[in-house]
């Protein structure tokens, strides 16, 4: 296989705790920890596994988004990716332009797989991969849990109801991966001053002259209801009168 392309997205660091602005308007990320989608680390992991086992030339990374996307683009590159590209916009898109805009850098760098993240942990839309497929028309594994490169074909083991199903897709192709696929790397610092040294090639969005429209509108992002604090009864009696008389419920 001659290269691999993995999409990733910056989103909200997972041990931060989200908040939603005060307009309702979206998550706040003013001044909050940002870092790679966690289920797109799997995948950069998985681009390179794949190349240590001789079965790659290339490995590429792609990110969406404002200057800041350059900071995961770089730890990508510190994980061992070969290079990098970076669509600069400070819009917001929908999957299917997300999908329409990795299309255009697919065409254009002719991989024989993409590989990205199940869902991004800020959305958790689950739409990207599956779309892109559609658009181009190639077969996909989504919520991979295993991969392995066999000739002309991936062979993908993915979970589902019961237990595990395993596909055989023809390249070109396109997975999406799951946390179980594998457990990412640790960057070196010598890996980091090495990263810099990497090409990260910047295209701003306009300059890929794709006409995208929005099918979709948020009206309001709400925070989830605060559950009661709950109560230690010392027997069942307690319990049965708690129910009754303040649940209300028998």
Not at 1 to 20: C, P
């Amino acid at each position: 296989m001659q290269k691999i392309l993995v999409s990733i997205k910056r989103v909200v660091d997972y041990n931060v705790k989200i908040r939603v602005k005060s307009d309702h308007s979206g998550i706040e990320t003013s001044n909050v920890k940002m870092s790679m989608n966690p289920f797109d680390e799997i995948a950069v992991e998985e681009a390179l596994r794949l190349k240590e086992q001789g079965l790659v030339n290339e490995t590429l990374v792609i990110s969406i988004g404002p200057e800041g996307c350059q900071e995961v683009l770089r730890s990508a590159l510190a994980m061992g990716i070969d290079r990098a590209i970076h669509i600069l916009t400070d819009q917001q898109f929908e999957p299917i332009n997300i999908a329409k805009i990795l299309q255009w850098v697919v065409e254009k760098e002719q991989p024989e797989l993409v590989v990205l993240g199940k869902q991004a942990i800020d959305d958790d839309c689950n739409q990207t991969g599956q779309m892109l497929a559609a658009l181009l028309k190639w077969p996909q594994g989504t919520f991979a849990s295993k991969v392995e490169i066999q000739g002309q074909e991936a062979i993908v083991t993915r979970e589902v109801d019961g237990g595990l199903e395993t596909l055989a897709l023809i390249l070109p192709a396109v997975i999406t991966t799951d946390l179980r696929l594998n457990k990412p790397r640790y960057i070196s610092l010598p890996n980091i001053m090495k990263a810099k040294q990497k090409t990260l090639e910047t295209l701003p969005f306009d300059s890929l002259g794709l006409a995208l429209k929005s099918h979709s509108i948020v009206k309001s992002i709400t925070p989830p209801s605060q559950k009661k604090k709950g109560v230690t009864v010392e027997s069942v009696q307690e319990l049965i009168k708690k129910l009754h008389e303040e649940a209300k419920v028998i």
